[in-house]
């Protein structure tokens, strides 16, 4: 168990509605990375987030927003959903950002499904 | 720009065989080099880092892997594969601006009885 939790497990939506991923930090970490895992894309870097402002921007779609509160935990908002969003859906974890060898600690992730 | 290579998409080994999953890395700077395992409907779990401390880095479960600046490769060995290590395998460089994680394509090993 990494410390880190996402809540909910699995969602099912259909085409042009709005859905909400949570993510926990682990206990004093002040970084939040999320990333996106596809058939056809693999593993991709979404955004980052420093202890509440976003620090790093990846290939996130404009429909794709996310913010992280004052409680350090972050949620991440599709939405205008579309087929090609079906996919698991990472959240990362770490201490800091300033050091490059800091290891980032993963959820379980969420796994959506556009119907 | 920094970017890691998996050189094989699928491995298959007899139980009790080495392991040898191959990744190659490019970057302009010392690179930080991780090597995560995927289990079926599982999150990522750290095996191992580089971090410039030691080119031959262990990890967890029996896994290493040897950092060679000659051949930018970053290859991840185990000496006997176990049924339990049937997983998907990827290869990660972070990179030095962002802090982000750059994924590699990933390696599937299957284990065979």
């Known amino acids: 168990d990494s410390g880190v939790t996402q809540t909910p497990k699995h969602l099912i939506t259909a085409t042009g509605q709005r859905v909400t991923l949570r993510c926990s930090p682990r206990?004093?970490?002040?970084?939040v990375y999320w990333y996106q895992q596809s058939l056809d894309q693999g593993l991709q870097f979404l955004i980052q987030?420093?202890?509440?402002?976003?620090?790093a921007k990846g290939n996130i779609l404009e429909r794709f927003s996310a913010q992280q509160f004052p409680d350090l935990h972050s949620e991440l908002n599709l939405s205008s959903l579309e087929l090609g969003d079906s996919a698991l859906y990472f959240c990362a974890s770490s201490l800091r950002a300033t050091r490059v060898q800091e290891t980032q600690y993963f959820g379980p992730g969420t796994r959506l499904l556009v119907l | 720009a920094q970017s890691v290579t998996q050189l094989d998409s699928h491995v298959s080994v007899s139980e009790g065989t080495p392991v040898l999953l191959r990744c190659n890395y490019s970057s302009s700077y010392s690179p930080s080099l991780f090597w995560y395992v995927q289990h079926p409907n599982k999150g990522l779990q750290l095996l191992l880092k580089y971090t410039s401390a030691a080119t031959l880095v262990k990890g967890i479960n029996g896994f290493e892997a040897e950092f060679k600046k000659s051949e930018t490769s970053f290859h991840l060995t185990k000496p006997s594969a176990h049924m339990s290590d049937a997983a998907e395998y990827f290869c990660?460089?972070?990179?030095?601006?962002?802090?982000?994680?750059?994924f590699g394509t990933g390696t599937r090993l299957k284990v065979l009885a």
């Open positions: 206990s004093g970490d002040l970084s």
């Open positions: 990660v460089v972070r990179d030095s601006g962002t802090y982000k994680y750059i």
């Open positions: 987030y420093y202890n509440g402002e976003e620090r």
